[in-house]
């Protein structure tokens, strides 16, 4: 019979009762499987030769701040080795390990074997700690009128230990690199009378001279950008960076200024962000929280190590100036002492065996933390016998050996002579230590085009930052030929050395420039330049090394604080510092010297028309100008290097 509407549905009706699941005809009732997971569980920690605490210490306003502390068993009045970090306190100890010696991260290695009490902490306004952030909130005065910096935090947190662990035996050591160098000086700032001794690694003291926002006005937006997205978008990192583009080169170039990139990623809300765009100049904002013009003013109240490295790709300018400025003090002596090893920003706190192709004479840096470090440590915190250490120990690339001095950053001991020699720049490339002298049809000047929308690459593209690929860690070792030869870089080099050349200090590139534009920058790079051939090691062959290389925006020529345009075709003397080296340039390498104008993306482009604020600068501001680097009797362009000679 012919199929009806009502018997079609009453089909249905009839498949869904009797096909249905069972428990989709039931009305819900609570679960009656117990579930496997206890109320309350208590790991076996019987083998573990530690034990771990974590405690909100409490601060003299009210705010607590998440404190981890990893007690060795059996500790009776050990020392303290405390961190202060807006890393994730958490994550230092982070490993599931039942011996102290694998939980500690690298940098306390020597610490952890010596069963000292560690401690780790969120400082205020990060991960699990309460309170404000601000970015490396400045020592309470002009900058910061609330009563509360780095230095009262420590002192509170120091107090609040030494009362509450009675295994400890009173007696504190601050430790950590950057940003946790910054907090490790603070803390001597003052200190609590438990704070025996510091090691700042790397530390942050001037963002705008030479450490990690800014070198000599010229903004470094790769990596700054991305950390203050990291620091500052929430309390504990939750959002990462992102980018539709493996090569960042090409991610930089799709935008012209950095306020441009800053607005793409939604930076422009961030409260250290607007600090930065709006004081691009080493105004009272900078020069009042620059902690070597600070401390240089204060008592060394405690013992200091000041750990560095040579080839520290974010803050090379801080340890030393920091030094620099501190051993001045007449109770510097046998307070103050500089470590300069062949590192990079991590590398004294980790592996300090090679950087890239570059190799050193053994694990530097665990020799630093066992056979320097740890002693310093020992003599302060449990009376152990006092170290054999000059006030700079200083590693002497080229011949890969560590050197001690009385002074720095002239680094010449008894027995031998220090002078500044100029490396002048000479026609068709040449690099000599005569001094110029007017030569018949020679030209007695460079020119070479900048343009804005093709600058120059800080390593060879692509530049990538994805986890396993990034060579940001190495790129101050990256063999230089990659530029050689472009037209926008102009090379100068010796001919081989016929004996070596020992440089000991801080070199400075004195350029006699000229511009078609009203501003440009300047990059100076120093390079040892290799034999073609190594029969040992084949990929040194012709390799350049930078040796040491900045950057200085020339609108701050005469004054950081004052910017001016430059006047279009005008030869102009350009000042660019380097950092420190401690380098011998061997016989049959050559000494070699580049000049240029963008050093992309790391540092944002000089639109080389003058703007009040180049984080600011228009597509219409940028354009393509002829720099000229002269190298006549009446402008001698030049490095000036501090050479130790041999009595």
Same mark, same amino acid.
């Given at each position: 019979m012919p199929i009806t509407l009502r018997s079609l549905t009453t089909l249905c009706v009839f498949l869904f009762l009797h096909c249905a699941p069972v428990h989709a005809l039931e009305t819900s009732r609570p679960d009656s499987l117990k579930s496997d997971i206890p109320e309350k569980f208590t790991p076996k920690l019987d083998a573990f030769d530690y034990v771990k605490r974590v405690e909100m210490v409490p601060m003299r306003d009210g705010v607590k701040l998440n404190t981890v502390i990893l007690i060795p068993k059996g500790a009776n009045k050990v020392p303290i080795i405390l961190n202060r970090t807006p890393y994730n306190a958490t994550s230092k100890f982070a490993k599931n390990s039942p011996a102290l010696t694998s939980v500690a991260p690298q940098f306390m290695d020597t610490v952890a074997q010596a069963r000292y009490i560690l401690v780790s902490q969120d400082i205020r306004g990060k991960y699990k700690s309460e309170g404000n952030y601000v970015m490396t909130r400045p020592q309470v005065g002009p900058l910061n009128d609330s009563g509360l910096d780095h230095a009262t935090d420590a002192y509170d947190t120091i107090d609040w230990l030494v009362k509450n662990l009675p295994e400890s035996n009173g007696r504190v050591a601050m430790m950590g690199g950057s940003y946790e160098g910054f907090t490790s000086l603070m803390a001597t700032l003052n200190p609590h009378p438990a704070l025996k001794v510091s090691i700042p690694f790397a530390p942050m003291v001037d963002g705008w001279i030479g450490d990690d926002w800014f070198h000599n006005g010229a903004f470094r937006?790769?990596?700054?950008? &991305?950390?203050?997205?990291?620091?500052? +978008?929430?309390?504990s990192g939750d959002y990462e960076w992102w980018t539709g583009k493996r090569d960042q080169f090409e991610e930089y170039s799709s935008v012209w200024s950095a306020s441009d990139m800053a607005?793409?990623?939604?930076? &422009?809300?961030?409260?250290?962000?607007? +600090?930065?765009?709006?004081?691009p100049s080493y105004d009272s904002y900078w020069s009042d929280q620059a902690l070597d013009k600070f401390f240089a003013t204060q008592p060394i109240k405690v013992p200091m190590m000041i750990v560095a490295g040579l080839f520290d790709q974010e803050d090379s300018y801080g340890g030393p100036a920091l030094f620099r400025a501190l051993s001045k003090r007449s109770d510097a002596a046998g307070k103050l002492h500089l470590i300069l090893g062949p590192w990079n920003h991590g590398g004294g706190r980790r592996a300090g065996g090679a950087i890239g192709p570059i190799q050193f004479d053994g694990d530097t840096a665990v020799w630093f933390r066992n056979q320097v470090m740890q002693p310093f440590l020992d003599h302060f915190l449990v009376d152990g016998p006092k170290p054999n250490l000059s006030p700079a120990l200083v590693y002497q690339t080229g011949t890969n050996k560590w050197q001690q001095f009385d002074t720095w950053p002239q680094g010449c001991n008894e027995g031998c002579a220090f002078k500044t020699k100029s490396l002048y720049l000479g026609p068709q490339g040449t690099l000599s230590f005569a001094t110029p002298k007017p030569v018949t049809g020679e030209a007695m000047s460079d020119s070479y085009p900048s343009d804005p929308a093709k600058p120059v690459p800080f390593i060879p593209r692509p530049i990538v930052t994805t986890q396993g690929e990034n060579r940001w860690d190495e790129w101050l070792m990256i063999d230089q030929r990659f530029v050689d030869g472009r037209p926008d870089v102009l090379t100068y080099v010796t001919e081989p050395l016929t004996q070596a050349v020992t440089v000991s200090g801080e070199p400075k590139g004195r350029l006699f420039a000229s511009t078609t534009g009203t501003d440009a920058d300047w990059v100076v790079k120093l390079i040892d330049v290799w034999p073609d051939e190594n029969p040992v090691r084949p990929v040194m062959g012709g390799y350049q090394l930078m040796v040491a290389a900045d950057i200085l925006r020339g609108r701050y020529r005469t004054d950081f604080a004052k910017p001016n345009p430059l006047e279009p075709n005008k030869v102009l003397e350009f000042n660019v510092r380097l950092p420190h080296v401690n380098h011998v340039f061997k016989p049959g390498h050559k000494i070699m010297v580049q000049i240029q104008s963008s050093w992309f993306p790391l540092y944002d482009r000089n639109p080389q028309t003058y703007v009040q604020n180049i984080m600011f600068a228009q597509p219409a501001d940028y354009r393509k100008q002829t720099h000229t680097i002269h190298h006549s009797v009446a402008a001698p362009s030049a490095i000036d290097l501090p050479i130790v000679l041999k009595p």
């Open positions: 937006q790769t990596g700054t950008l &991305e950390y203050i997205y990291g620091q500052e +978008a929430s309390r607005k793409r990623k939604g930076i &422009e809300s961030l409260g250290f962000w607007k +600090a930065l765009a709006s004081h």
